[in-house]
């Protein structure tokens, strides 16, 4: 089993519509997940950052954590064809390591 | 400005030829990491280093090596060794739980 797994994808959604990414992480220590965004040839760039259960929002952006579950998710409300691009899931586990899911592939039709 | 600067950004090397890449930052974070990054894959761990003069493999260490003699400084060298080594090289850092912070990378291609 994959320390964090993502459905590689890709995602097709049209523009104006709701983007949903999951992932899925094996150390139950884990205590901090992030999202981040990477563009072709380009270094990831942080989009939301979540430490507890529930959800968090940002603008367009809600990521939910269900610890229990070990579940994280990343809702990208009005997709924009700016948001294609690639998510990775990052999590922070109990070793001090931070470890990335292989990303998802997102594309947003004009 | 505040940020992490890696160098060089493009790399070519020969066969059996051993290559540092260059990682500073400025940030005052503890923890710096180094990961590799092949075409459409994620991001896979090399090593980190919580502290001065001390680091832990991740977990694709063969073929690699770093030191950590100043906070601010993590250069990684490929090493021979290193069978496969074509790739994008990200560096990033940290301050305790948070977020990391990357470089804009380094791609290395061997001829």
């Known amino acids: 089993q994959k320390e964090v797994e993502q459905n590689s994808g890709p995602l097709s959604v049209p523009e104006g519509a709701i983007a949903s990414l999951n992932c899925t992480y094996s150390?139950?220590?884990?205590?901090?997940f992030f999202w981040y965004r990477q563009y072709s040839g380009k270094s990831p760039e942080l989009i939301m950052s979540i430490y507890s259960n529930g959800d968090k929002e940002d603008g367009r952006f809600t990521a939910q954590l269900n610890k229990a579950s070990q579940y994280v998710s990343l809702l990208i409300r009005d997709s924009q064809p700016s948001d294609s691009a690639t998510y990775l899931c990052?999590?922070?586990?109990?070793?001090?390591?931070?470890?990335f899911g292989a990303g998802t592939r997102l594309f947003v039709k004009a | 400005d505040g940020g992490i600067t890696q160098s060089p950004k493009y790399l070519f090397r020969k066969e059996g030829q051993n290559v540092t890449l260059s990682c500073e930052q400025n940030l005052n974070h503890d923890a710096m990491y180094w990961y590799r990054q092949d075409p459409g894959q994620g991001l896979r761990l090399i090593y980190y280093?919580?502290?001065?003069?001390d680091f832990q493999k991740g977990d694709i260490a063969e073929g690699y090596s770093v030191s950590r003699e100043k906070k601010e400084s993590f250069p990684l060298t490929v090493t021979s060794a290193q069978k496969n080594p074509t790739a994008f090289y990200l560096c990033?850092?940290?301050w305790g739980p948070g977020e990391l912070f990357f470089g804009e990378g380094s791609r290395l291609t061997v001829l």
């Open positions: 990033a850092s940290r």
């Open positions: 280093s919580q502290i001065v003069n």
């Open positions: 990052a999590v922070h586990t109990g070793g001090f390591k931070t470890i």
């Open positions: 150390d139950r220590v884990s205590q901090s």
